[in-house]
Protein backbone atom coordinates (compact mmCIF):
# COMPACT_ATOMS: atom_id res chain seq x y z
CA UNK A 1 0.00 0.00 0.00
CA UNK A 2 1.31 3.70 -0.78
CA UNK A 3 -0.15 7.13 -0.19
CA UNK A 4 -0.09 9.07 -3.28
CA UNK A 5 -1.09 13.39 -3.11
CA UNK A 6 -2.54 15.33 -5.61
CA UNK A 7 -2.22 19.17 -6.04
CA UNK A 8 -5.18 20.46 -7.60
CA UNK A 9 -7.03 23.44 -9.25
CA UNK A 10 -10.60 23.63 -9.28
CA UNK A 11 -13.55 25.88 -9.89
CA UNK A 12 -15.82 25.57 -7.06
CA UNK A 13 -19.03 27.40 -9.20
CA UNK A 14 -20.84 24.13 -10.06
CA UNK A 15 -19.85 22.19 -7.10
CA UNK A 16 -21.55 22.51 -3.24
CA UNK A 17 -17.91 22.18 -1.89
CA UNK A 18 -15.02 20.32 -1.57
CA UNK A 19 -16.23 17.36 0.58
CA UNK A 20 -18.61 14.21 -0.64
CA UNK A 21 -22.14 14.47 -0.38
CA UNK A 22 -24.83 11.50 -1.50
CA UNK A 23 -26.99 13.19 -4.95
CA UNK A 24 -25.14 16.56 -5.06
CA UNK A 25 -22.24 17.32 -7.28
CA UNK A 26 -19.07 17.60 -4.77
CA UNK A 27 -15.01 18.25 -6.12
CA UNK A 28 -14.14 15.39 -3.94
CA UNK A 29 -16.83 13.05 -5.13
CA UNK A 30 -16.06 13.95 -8.70
CA UNK A 31 -12.36 13.18 -8.03
CA UNK A 32 -13.11 9.82 -6.04
CA UNK A 33 -15.00 8.70 -9.21
CA UNK A 34 -12.43 9.57 -12.03
CA UNK A 35 -9.64 8.30 -9.49
CA UNK A 36 -11.24 5.31 -9.15
CA UNK A 37 -11.64 4.81 -12.78
CA UNK A 38 -8.12 5.34 -13.83
CA UNK A 39 -6.79 3.30 -11.10
CA UNK A 40 -9.23 0.57 -11.45
CA UNK A 41 -10.59 0.46 -7.45
CA UNK A 42 -12.66 2.67 -5.36
CA UNK A 43 -10.78 5.40 -4.09
CA UNK A 44 -11.56 7.89 -0.86
CA UNK A 45 -9.30 11.05 -0.86
CA UNK A 46 -8.56 13.56 1.88
CA UNK A 47 -8.28 17.46 1.29
CA UNK A 48 -6.51 20.04 3.41
CA UNK A 49 -9.27 22.32 3.04
CA UNK A 50 -12.84 21.61 2.99
CA UNK A 51 -13.96 24.52 0.41
CA UNK A 52 -17.34 25.54 0.80
CA UNK A 53 -20.03 25.59 -2.33
CA UNK A 54 -18.56 27.94 -4.79
CA UNK A 55 -15.10 28.35 -3.22
CA UNK A 56 -12.06 27.44 -5.81
CA UNK A 57 -8.60 26.55 -5.41
CA UNK A 58 -5.91 26.87 -6.79
CA UNK A 59 -3.26 24.58 -4.52
CA UNK A 60 -5.59 22.31 -3.18
CA UNK A 61 -3.70 18.68 -1.74
CA UNK A 62 -5.34 15.79 -1.53
CA UNK A 63 -4.14 12.06 -0.13
CA UNK A 64 -5.18 8.54 -0.88
CA UNK A 65 -4.17 5.46 -0.15
CA UNK A 66 -3.57 2.20 -2.81
CA UNK A 67 -1.98 -1.15 -3.78
CA UNK A 68 -1.79 -0.57 -7.18
CA UNK A 69 0.74 0.92 -9.61
CA UNK A 70 -0.55 4.05 -11.24
CA UNK A 71 -0.77 4.82 -14.68
CA UNK A 72 1.55 6.62 -16.43
CA UNK A 73 1.74 9.32 -17.65
CA UNK A 74 -0.79 9.75 -14.42
CA UNK A 75 -1.55 14.03 -14.96
CA UNK A 76 -2.95 13.90 -18.29
CA UNK A 77 -4.01 10.93 -17.91
CA UNK A 78 -6.70 12.39 -14.94
CA UNK A 79 -6.99 15.48 -16.81
CA UNK A 80 -8.60 13.81 -19.80
CA UNK A 81 -11.22 11.84 -17.34
CA UNK A 82 -11.92 14.82 -15.30
CA UNK A 83 -14.13 17.75 -16.03
CA UNK A 84 -12.77 21.31 -17.38
CA UNK A 85 -13.23 22.80 -14.43
CA UNK A 86 -11.13 20.71 -12.05
CA UNK A 87 -7.33 20.18 -12.80
CA UNK A 88 -4.76 18.10 -11.46
CA UNK A 89 -1.31 19.97 -11.59
CA UNK A 90 1.07 17.95 -9.63
CA UNK A 91 1.47 13.94 -8.46
CA UNK A 92 3.10 13.15 -5.33
CA UNK A 93 4.31 10.19 -3.74
CA UNK A 94 3.82 11.05 0.28
CA UNK A 95 5.28 9.64 3.48
CA UNK A 96 3.25 7.11 5.31
CA UNK A 97 2.16 8.79 8.07
CA UNK A 98 1.55 11.80 5.57
CA UNK A 99 -1.94 12.63 5.97
CA UNK A 100 -3.16 16.08 3.72
CA UNK A 101 -5.11 17.74 6.56
CA UNK A 102 -3.62 16.91 10.08
CA UNK A 103 -0.12 17.40 8.76
CA UNK A 104 -0.79 20.54 6.85
CA UNK A 105 1.70 23.26 9.12
CA UNK A 106 -0.42 26.25 7.21
CA UNK A 107 -2.31 27.70 4.61
CA UNK A 108 -3.01 30.37 2.63
CA UNK A 109 -6.10 31.88 1.07
CA UNK A 110 -6.72 34.35 -1.41
CA UNK A 111 -9.90 36.77 -1.73
CA UNK A 112 -10.42 39.51 -4.38
CA UNK A 113 -12.44 42.21 -3.99
CA UNK A 114 -12.96 44.61 -7.04
CA UNK A 115 -15.08 47.83 -7.52
CA UNK A 116 -16.14 47.68 -11.21
CA UNK A 117 -18.02 44.98 -13.79
CA UNK A 118 -15.80 42.07 -14.88
CA UNK A 119 -17.65 39.94 -17.06
CA UNK A 120 -14.28 37.33 -16.68
CA UNK A 121 -13.90 37.63 -12.93
CA UNK A 122 -17.76 38.01 -12.15
CA UNK A 123 -17.59 33.89 -10.61
CA UNK A 124 -13.89 34.91 -9.19
CA UNK A 125 -14.45 38.37 -7.15
CA UNK A 126 -16.37 40.02 -5.11
CA UNK A 127 -18.13 43.48 -6.26
CA UNK A 128 -18.35 46.43 -3.71
CA UNK A 129 -20.18 49.54 -5.45
CA UNK A 130 -17.30 52.04 -4.16
CA UNK A 131 -13.74 52.24 -3.57
CA UNK A 132 -12.48 50.75 -0.70
CA UNK A 133 -9.97 52.96 2.06
CA UNK A 134 -6.79 50.94 1.82
CA UNK A 135 -5.20 52.14 4.76
CA UNK A 136 -8.03 50.81 6.74
CA UNK A 137 -7.75 47.46 5.53
CA UNK A 138 -4.33 47.48 5.94
CA UNK A 139 -4.82 48.27 9.39
CA UNK A 140 -7.42 45.77 10.22
CA UNK A 141 -5.46 43.10 8.18
CA UNK A 142 -2.35 43.86 10.64
CA UNK A 143 -4.82 43.27 13.61
CA UNK A 144 -4.99 39.83 12.98
CA UNK A 145 -1.12 38.62 12.95
CA UNK A 146 -0.57 36.34 15.68
CA UNK A 147 -2.15 33.96 17.70
CA UNK A 148 -6.05 34.89 18.52
CA UNK A 149 -9.46 33.29 19.37
CA UNK A 150 -10.92 33.56 16.18
CA UNK A 151 -14.86 31.98 17.73
CA UNK A 152 -16.40 35.20 16.37
CA UNK A 153 -15.00 34.44 13.16
CA UNK A 154 -16.57 30.96 12.30
CA UNK A 155 -19.35 28.94 11.36
CA UNK A 156 -20.36 26.04 13.41
CA UNK A 157 -17.32 26.97 16.39
CA UNK A 158 -18.74 24.98 18.81
CA UNK A 159 -17.67 21.77 16.81
CA UNK A 160 -13.88 22.18 17.43
CA UNK A 161 -12.06 21.70 20.29
CA UNK A 162 -10.57 25.35 20.31
CA UNK A 163 -10.78 28.32 18.32
CA UNK A 164 -7.48 29.56 18.42
CA UNK A 165 -5.12 29.94 15.34
CA UNK A 166 -1.86 31.25 14.83
CA UNK A 167 -2.33 33.97 11.43
CA UNK A 168 1.72 33.89 10.34
CA UNK A 169 0.42 36.58 7.36
CA UNK A 170 -2.50 38.66 6.75
CA UNK A 171 -2.31 41.86 3.68
CA UNK A 172 -4.07 43.79 1.31
CA UNK A 173 -2.91 44.56 -1.93
CA UNK A 174 -4.75 46.78 -4.56
CA UNK A 175 -4.54 47.49 -7.94
CA UNK A 176 -6.40 49.21 -10.97
CA UNK A 177 -9.53 48.52 -9.00
CA UNK A 178 -8.78 45.18 -8.00
CA UNK A 179 -8.32 44.85 -4.18
CA UNK A 180 -6.10 41.06 -2.95
CA UNK A 181 -6.41 39.98 0.51
CA UNK A 182 -3.85 37.26 1.28
CA UNK A 183 -4.24 34.89 4.37
CA UNK A 184 -1.42 32.24 5.80
CA UNK A 185 -2.81 30.44 9.28
CA UNK A 186 -1.57 26.76 11.04
CA UNK A 187 -5.48 26.61 10.97
CA UNK A 188 -9.28 28.11 9.82
CA UNK A 189 -12.47 27.76 11.42
CA UNK A 190 -15.37 27.32 8.97
CA UNK A 191 -15.65 30.31 6.50
CA UNK A 192 -13.28 32.18 8.93
CA UNK A 193 -11.70 33.65 5.84
CA UNK A 194 -15.22 34.92 4.11
CA UNK A 195 -15.79 36.23 7.55
CA UNK A 196 -12.61 38.06 7.77
CA UNK A 197 -13.17 39.75 4.38
CA UNK A 198 -17.01 40.59 5.47
CA UNK A 199 -15.65 41.94 8.58
CA UNK A 200 -12.75 44.75 7.04
CA UNK A 201 -15.56 45.61 4.08
CA UNK A 202 -17.67 46.64 6.97
CA UNK A 203 -14.76 48.38 8.78
CA UNK A 204 -13.91 49.95 5.62
CA UNK A 205 -17.49 51.24 4.74
CA UNK A 206 -18.37 52.66 8.26
CA UNK A 207 -20.65 50.11 8.58
CA UNK A 208 -18.44 48.32 11.40
CA UNK A 209 -16.65 50.46 14.30
CA UNK A 210 -13.44 49.92 15.38
CA UNK A 211 -14.84 49.11 18.80
CA UNK A 212 -16.91 46.09 17.82
CA UNK A 213 -14.52 44.51 15.47
CA UNK A 214 -11.13 44.54 18.39
CA UNK A 215 -13.71 43.27 20.70
CA UNK A 216 -14.60 40.58 18.33
CA UNK A 217 -10.83 39.69 17.75
CA UNK A 218 -9.68 40.21 21.29
CA UNK A 219 -12.75 39.19 23.19
CA UNK A 220 -14.92 37.09 20.66
CA UNK A 221 -17.57 39.22 21.02
CA UNK A 222 -19.91 38.73 18.42
CA UNK A 223 -22.09 41.31 18.30
CA UNK A 224 -20.83 42.45 14.93
CA UNK A 225 -22.90 39.66 13.62
CA UNK A 226 -20.98 37.83 11.59
CA UNK A 227 -21.03 38.77 8.01
CA UNK A 228 -19.59 36.15 5.33
CA UNK A 229 -18.06 38.10 2.13
CA UNK A 230 -19.46 35.68 -0.55
CA UNK A 231 -17.71 32.31 -2.24
CA UNK A 232 -16.87 33.19 -5.25
CA UNK A 233 -14.31 35.65 -4.68
CA UNK A 234 -12.42 33.14 -2.40
CA UNK A 235 -8.96 30.58 -3.32
CA UNK A 236 -7.50 27.95 -1.26
CA UNK A 237 -3.78 28.98 -2.37
CA UNK A 238 -1.33 27.20 -1.18
CA UNK A 239 -1.06 24.90 1.49
CA UNK A 240 2.74 23.38 3.38
CA UNK A 241 3.87 20.68 4.96
CA UNK A 242 7.12 19.49 6.74
CA UNK A 243 10.24 19.02 4.74
CA UNK A 244 10.19 15.43 3.08
CA UNK A 245 6.70 14.72 3.46
CA UNK A 246 6.02 14.85 -0.31
CA UNK A 247 7.98 13.37 -3.21
CA UNK A 248 7.57 14.73 -6.57
CA UNK A 249 6.32 12.64 -9.02
CA UNK A 250 4.81 14.48 -12.01
CA UNK A 251 4.16 17.93 -12.67
CA UNK A 252 3.50 20.40 -15.36
CA UNK A 253 6.77 22.94 -15.67
CA UNK A 254 4.19 26.02 -16.22
CA UNK A 255 1.74 27.45 -14.19
CA UNK A 256 0.67 30.83 -14.46
CA UNK A 257 -0.95 32.16 -11.05
CA UNK A 258 -4.20 31.08 -11.95
CA UNK A 259 -5.63 34.29 -14.13
CA UNK A 260 -3.57 36.35 -16.17
CA UNK A 261 -3.52 40.36 -16.61
CA UNK A 262 -1.93 39.49 -20.20
CA UNK A 263 0.68 41.75 -19.35
CA UNK A 264 3.35 38.90 -20.41
CA UNK A 265 6.70 39.05 -20.54
CA UNK A 266 8.62 37.82 -23.32
CA UNK A 267 11.17 35.68 -21.51
CA UNK A 268 10.96 32.64 -23.90
CA UNK A 269 9.83 29.08 -22.57
CA UNK A 270 12.26 26.28 -21.22
CA UNK A 271 11.42 23.69 -24.14
CA UNK A 272 12.31 20.65 -21.77
CA UNK A 273 10.28 20.05 -18.72
CA UNK A 274 11.69 17.95 -16.08
CA UNK A 275 8.97 16.41 -14.57
CA UNK A 276 10.63 14.89 -11.53
CA UNK A 277 12.49 16.61 -9.26
CA UNK A 278 13.92 16.72 -4.99
CA UNK A 279 11.71 15.89 -2.66
CA UNK A 280 9.85 19.40 -2.55
CA UNK A 281 9.81 21.45 1.14
CA UNK A 282 6.44 21.91 0.54
CA UNK A 283 3.92 20.74 -1.62
CA UNK A 284 4.48 24.00 -3.76
CA UNK B 1 -31.90 62.68 -32.00
CA UNK B 2 -28.50 61.75 -30.71
CA UNK B 3 -25.91 59.37 -31.39
CA UNK B 4 -24.87 57.43 -28.17
CA UNK B 5 -22.09 54.26 -27.94
CA UNK B 6 -21.04 52.25 -25.46
CA UNK B 7 -17.90 50.53 -24.17
CA UNK B 8 -19.06 46.64 -23.57
CA UNK B 9 -16.63 43.83 -22.15
CA UNK B 10 -18.41 40.41 -22.76
CA UNK B 11 -17.88 36.80 -21.88
CA UNK B 12 -19.03 35.58 -25.26
CA UNK B 13 -19.01 32.01 -23.80
CA UNK B 14 -22.95 31.23 -23.66
CA UNK B 15 -23.66 33.57 -27.00
CA UNK B 16 -23.98 32.35 -30.86
CA UNK B 17 -22.16 35.27 -31.03
CA UNK B 18 -22.13 39.32 -31.58
CA UNK B 19 -24.67 39.48 -34.55
CA UNK B 20 -28.48 39.41 -33.25
CA UNK B 21 -30.10 36.03 -34.70
CA UNK B 22 -33.86 35.05 -34.22
CA UNK B 23 -34.27 32.48 -30.95
CA UNK B 24 -30.74 32.60 -30.19
CA UNK B 25 -28.99 33.80 -27.59
CA UNK B 26 -26.31 36.89 -29.30
CA UNK B 27 -24.87 39.92 -27.43
CA UNK B 28 -26.31 42.47 -29.59
CA UNK B 29 -29.91 40.42 -29.19
CA UNK B 30 -29.27 40.45 -25.50
CA UNK B 31 -27.98 44.55 -25.41
CA UNK B 32 -30.98 45.54 -27.87
CA UNK B 33 -33.81 44.29 -25.41
CA UNK B 34 -32.13 45.70 -22.12
CA UNK B 35 -31.69 48.59 -23.79
CA UNK B 36 -34.74 49.02 -25.04
CA UNK B 37 -36.78 48.15 -21.63
CA UNK B 38 -34.12 51.14 -19.78
CA UNK B 39 -34.73 53.77 -23.03
CA UNK B 40 -38.41 52.68 -23.09
CA UNK B 41 -38.86 51.97 -27.64
CA UNK B 42 -36.95 49.28 -29.49
CA UNK B 43 -33.17 49.76 -29.98
CA UNK B 44 -31.23 48.89 -32.91
CA UNK B 45 -27.10 48.05 -32.13
CA UNK B 46 -24.34 48.39 -34.75
CA UNK B 47 -21.03 46.87 -33.17
CA UNK B 48 -17.13 47.40 -34.31
CA UNK B 49 -16.68 44.14 -34.45
CA UNK B 50 -18.72 40.89 -35.56
CA UNK B 51 -17.40 38.70 -32.99
CA UNK B 52 -18.38 35.03 -33.58
CA UNK B 53 -19.56 32.16 -31.23
CA UNK B 54 -17.75 32.17 -28.05
CA UNK B 55 -15.36 35.05 -28.97
CA UNK B 56 -15.22 37.12 -26.12
CA UNK B 57 -14.54 41.12 -26.11
CA UNK B 58 -12.90 43.77 -23.32
CA UNK B 59 -13.28 46.78 -25.50
CA UNK B 60 -16.06 46.35 -28.53
CA UNK B 61 -18.26 49.68 -29.21
CA UNK B 62 -21.15 49.94 -30.37
CA UNK B 63 -23.47 52.91 -31.71
CA UNK B 64 -27.06 53.42 -31.65
CA UNK B 65 -29.42 56.47 -32.00
CA UNK B 66 -32.56 57.73 -29.80
CA UNK B 67 -34.62 61.09 -29.31
CA UNK B 68 -35.08 59.90 -25.72
CA UNK B 69 -33.10 61.51 -23.12
CA UNK B 70 -31.09 58.58 -21.21
CA UNK B 71 -32.02 57.59 -17.79
CA UNK B 72 -29.11 58.10 -15.22
CA UNK B 73 -26.53 56.69 -13.66
CA UNK B 74 -27.11 54.80 -17.14
CA UNK B 75 -23.94 52.10 -16.87
CA UNK B 76 -25.48 51.04 -13.03
CA UNK B 77 -29.07 50.94 -14.28
CA UNK B 78 -28.24 49.04 -17.63
CA UNK B 79 -25.91 46.58 -15.81
CA UNK B 80 -28.48 45.44 -13.23
CA UNK B 81 -30.48 44.27 -16.43
CA UNK B 82 -27.85 42.84 -18.62
CA UNK B 83 -26.58 39.33 -17.56
CA UNK B 84 -23.51 39.15 -15.23
CA UNK B 85 -20.99 37.97 -18.74
CA UNK B 86 -22.39 41.65 -20.91
CA UNK B 87 -20.78 44.95 -19.03
CA UNK B 88 -21.30 47.98 -20.14
CA UNK B 89 -17.93 49.87 -19.19
CA UNK B 90 -18.50 53.47 -20.62
CA UNK B 91 -21.07 55.70 -22.29
CA UNK B 92 -20.19 58.38 -24.96
CA UNK B 93 -21.92 60.82 -26.88
CA UNK B 94 -20.82 60.25 -30.53
CA UNK B 95 -21.05 62.71 -33.34
CA UNK B 96 -23.73 62.28 -35.56
CA UNK B 97 -21.68 60.64 -38.33
CA UNK B 98 -20.21 58.60 -35.98
CA UNK B 99 -20.25 54.58 -36.80
CA UNK B 100 -18.73 51.92 -34.63
CA UNK B 101 -17.83 49.81 -37.20
CA UNK B 102 -17.13 52.17 -40.18
CA UNK B 103 -15.57 55.02 -38.93
CA UNK B 104 -13.38 52.86 -36.37
CA UNK B 105 -9.47 53.44 -37.31
CA UNK B 106 -8.21 50.38 -35.73
CA UNK B 107 -9.25 47.25 -33.97
CA UNK B 108 -6.50 45.20 -31.74
CA UNK B 109 -7.30 41.86 -30.74
CA UNK B 110 -5.48 39.33 -28.61
CA UNK B 111 -5.14 35.29 -28.21
CA UNK B 112 -4.05 33.55 -25.27
CA UNK B 113 -2.37 30.29 -25.33
CA UNK B 114 -1.48 27.77 -22.64
CA UNK B 115 0.45 25.00 -22.16
CA UNK B 116 -0.90 23.63 -19.10
CA UNK B 117 -4.21 22.88 -17.69
CA UNK B 118 -5.97 25.91 -15.78
CA UNK B 119 -9.63 25.95 -14.89
CA UNK B 120 -9.69 29.43 -14.83
CA UNK B 121 -8.66 30.00 -18.20
CA UNK B 122 -10.14 27.08 -19.92
CA UNK B 123 -13.00 29.20 -21.39
CA UNK B 124 -10.20 32.05 -22.06
CA UNK B 125 -7.35 30.39 -23.57
CA UNK B 126 -6.77 27.62 -26.38
CA UNK B 127 -4.55 24.64 -24.24
CA UNK B 128 -1.21 23.36 -26.08
CA UNK B 129 0.27 19.97 -25.07
CA UNK B 130 4.01 21.22 -25.68
CA UNK B 131 5.74 24.72 -25.10
CA UNK B 132 6.34 26.41 -28.67
CA UNK B 133 9.53 28.06 -29.80
CA UNK B 134 8.35 31.40 -29.13
CA UNK B 135 11.17 32.97 -31.51
CA UNK B 136 9.28 30.94 -34.25
CA UNK B 137 6.19 32.82 -33.10
CA UNK B 138 7.70 36.04 -33.14
CA UNK B 139 9.45 35.69 -36.78
CA UNK B 140 5.78 34.60 -38.12
CA UNK B 141 4.40 37.74 -36.31
CA UNK B 142 6.68 40.08 -37.75
CA UNK B 143 5.77 38.93 -41.52
CA UNK B 144 2.38 39.76 -40.50
CA UNK B 145 2.83 43.62 -39.96
CA UNK B 146 2.43 45.64 -43.25
CA UNK B 147 -0.34 45.67 -45.95
CA UNK B 148 -0.99 42.17 -47.11
CA UNK B 149 -3.97 40.42 -48.94
CA UNK B 150 -5.29 38.04 -46.29
CA UNK B 151 -7.48 36.12 -48.34
CA UNK B 152 -5.57 32.57 -47.35
CA UNK B 153 -6.31 33.50 -44.12
CA UNK B 154 -10.38 34.32 -43.52
CA UNK B 155 -13.40 32.72 -44.01
CA UNK B 156 -16.99 33.93 -46.78
CA UNK B 157 -13.56 35.83 -48.17
CA UNK B 158 -15.46 36.34 -51.53
CA UNK B 159 -18.31 38.48 -49.79
CA UNK B 160 -15.92 41.16 -49.53
CA UNK B 161 -14.76 43.88 -52.28
CA UNK B 162 -10.88 43.57 -51.42
CA UNK B 163 -9.34 41.44 -48.58
CA UNK B 164 -6.26 43.91 -48.13
CA UNK B 165 -5.90 44.93 -44.27
CA UNK B 166 -2.69 47.07 -42.91
CA UNK B 167 -1.80 45.22 -39.55
CA UNK B 168 0.38 48.12 -37.54
CA UNK B 169 1.30 45.91 -34.96
CA UNK B 170 1.63 42.32 -34.48
CA UNK B 171 3.73 40.37 -31.59
CA UNK B 172 3.59 37.40 -29.23
CA UNK B 173 4.66 37.61 -25.37
CA UNK B 174 5.29 35.06 -23.32
CA UNK B 175 4.86 34.56 -19.38
CA UNK B 176 4.97 31.43 -16.98
CA UNK B 177 3.46 28.97 -19.64
CA UNK B 178 0.89 31.84 -21.20
CA UNK B 179 1.60 32.84 -24.59
CA UNK B 180 -0.42 36.31 -26.11
CA UNK B 181 -0.90 37.13 -29.69
CA UNK B 182 -1.51 40.86 -29.86
CA UNK B 183 -2.58 42.21 -33.59
CA UNK B 184 -3.85 45.60 -34.28
CA UNK B 185 -5.22 46.43 -37.97
CA UNK B 186 -7.05 48.70 -39.66
CA UNK B 187 -9.63 46.17 -40.58
CA UNK B 188 -10.31 41.88 -39.92
CA UNK B 189 -11.25 39.30 -42.34
CA UNK B 190 -14.15 36.67 -40.84
CA UNK B 191 -12.19 34.87 -38.92
CA UNK B 192 -8.80 36.06 -39.53
CA UNK B 193 -7.14 36.29 -35.72
CA UNK B 194 -8.24 32.62 -35.52
CA UNK B 195 -6.40 31.82 -38.66
CA UNK B 196 -3.43 33.62 -37.95
CA UNK B 197 -3.58 31.71 -34.84
CA UNK B 198 -3.90 28.47 -36.51
CA UNK B 199 -0.93 29.17 -38.86
CA UNK B 200 1.55 30.42 -36.03
CA UNK B 201 1.17 27.32 -33.89
CA UNK B 202 1.10 25.01 -36.71
CA UNK B 203 4.22 26.79 -37.70
CA UNK B 204 6.04 26.65 -34.69
CA UNK B 205 5.11 22.86 -33.88
CA UNK B 206 6.51 22.42 -37.39
CA UNK B 207 3.24 21.16 -39.15
CA UNK B 208 3.37 24.12 -41.41
CA UNK B 209 6.24 24.75 -43.35
CA UNK B 210 7.67 28.84 -43.64
CA UNK B 211 7.29 28.19 -47.42
CA UNK B 212 4.05 27.29 -47.09
CA UNK B 213 3.06 30.47 -44.54
CA UNK B 214 5.08 32.87 -46.78
CA UNK B 215 2.96 31.82 -49.85
CA UNK B 216 -0.14 31.76 -48.06
CA UNK B 217 0.84 35.62 -47.17
CA UNK B 218 2.22 36.82 -50.10
CA UNK B 219 0.78 35.06 -52.75
CA UNK B 220 -2.70 34.10 -51.16
CA UNK B 221 -2.01 30.21 -51.70
CA UNK B 222 -4.76 28.68 -49.23
CA UNK B 223 -2.96 24.89 -49.32
CA UNK B 224 -1.76 25.24 -46.14
CA UNK B 225 -5.48 24.29 -45.03
CA UNK B 226 -6.85 27.12 -42.83
CA UNK B 227 -6.69 25.87 -39.37
CA UNK B 228 -8.42 28.25 -36.82
CA UNK B 229 -7.34 28.43 -33.71
CA UNK B 230 -10.35 28.08 -31.42
CA UNK B 231 -12.79 30.60 -30.43
CA UNK B 232 -12.25 30.84 -26.60
CA UNK B 233 -8.72 32.87 -26.74
CA UNK B 234 -9.77 35.09 -28.76
CA UNK B 235 -10.05 38.63 -27.43
CA UNK B 236 -11.80 42.03 -29.19
CA UNK B 237 -9.60 44.55 -26.84
CA UNK B 238 -9.71 47.87 -28.54
CA UNK B 239 -10.94 49.77 -31.42
CA UNK B 240 -9.47 53.39 -32.20
CA UNK B 241 -11.53 56.08 -33.24
CA UNK B 242 -10.94 59.54 -34.83
CA UNK B 243 -10.56 62.34 -32.40
CA UNK B 244 -13.26 64.24 -30.92
CA UNK B 245 -15.76 61.73 -32.80
CA UNK B 246 -16.56 60.05 -29.07
CA UNK B 247 -17.15 62.84 -25.60
CA UNK B 248 -17.19 60.63 -22.57
CA UNK B 249 -20.48 60.92 -20.58
CA UNK B 250 -20.00 58.21 -17.72
CA UNK B 251 -17.59 55.25 -16.82
CA UNK B 252 -15.90 53.24 -14.63
CA UNK B 253 -12.80 54.70 -13.07
CA UNK B 254 -10.76 51.65 -12.12
CA UNK B 255 -10.73 49.03 -15.26
CA UNK B 256 -7.96 46.11 -13.99
CA UNK B 257 -6.41 43.99 -17.22
CA UNK B 258 -9.58 41.65 -17.53
CA UNK B 259 -7.95 39.22 -15.74
CA UNK B 260 -5.79 39.09 -12.53
CA UNK B 261 -2.13 37.74 -12.19
CA UNK B 262 -3.29 38.74 -7.63
CA UNK B 263 0.58 40.65 -8.12
CA UNK B 264 -1.44 43.68 -7.23
CA UNK B 265 0.02 46.85 -6.30
CA UNK B 266 -0.51 48.00 -2.97
CA UNK B 267 -0.79 51.63 -4.40
CA UNK B 268 -3.77 53.47 -2.93
CA UNK B 269 -7.22 53.90 -4.89
CA UNK B 270 -8.45 57.57 -5.65
CA UNK B 271 -11.22 57.50 -4.12
CA UNK B 272 -13.36 60.44 -5.75
CA UNK B 273 -13.67 58.44 -9.25
CA UNK B 274 -14.60 61.29 -11.70
CA UNK B 275 -16.95 59.85 -14.53
CA UNK B 276 -17.03 62.73 -16.97
CA UNK B 277 -13.64 64.18 -19.02
CA UNK B 278 -12.69 65.98 -22.15
CA UNK B 279 -13.34 64.04 -25.24
CA UNK B 280 -11.55 61.51 -25.50
CA UNK B 281 -8.63 60.87 -28.74
CA UNK B 282 -10.05 56.90 -29.08
CA UNK B 283 -12.94 54.89 -27.28
CA UNK B 284 -10.40 53.70 -25.28
Redesign the interface.
Known amino acids: MKRYALKL???GSSYAGWQVQPHTPTVAGMLEGQLARLIGEPVRVVGAGRTDAGV?AWGQIVHWDTAKPLPTPFLSRL?ALLP??????ALYEAAPDFHARHSALRRTY?Y?L?????????A?SMEVPT?????CL?QAAALLVGEHDFAAFGKEVSRYSHTRCQVVHAS?????????FRIEANRFLRAMVRALVGAQVRLAQGRLSWERFRAALLQQDRRWGLYLAPPQGLFLWEVTYPPNSLYLLER????????????????????A?DSTGAPPRSAQ
Not at 131 to 135: E, H, I, K, V
Not at 172 to 180: F, K, M
Request: glycine content about 6%; hydrophobic content about 35%; overall charge negative.
Open positions: AYDHNGDIRALRWRTYPNPFLRYPLDLSEWAYSDGLYEYEFLSTAFSTGAASTAAPKLP
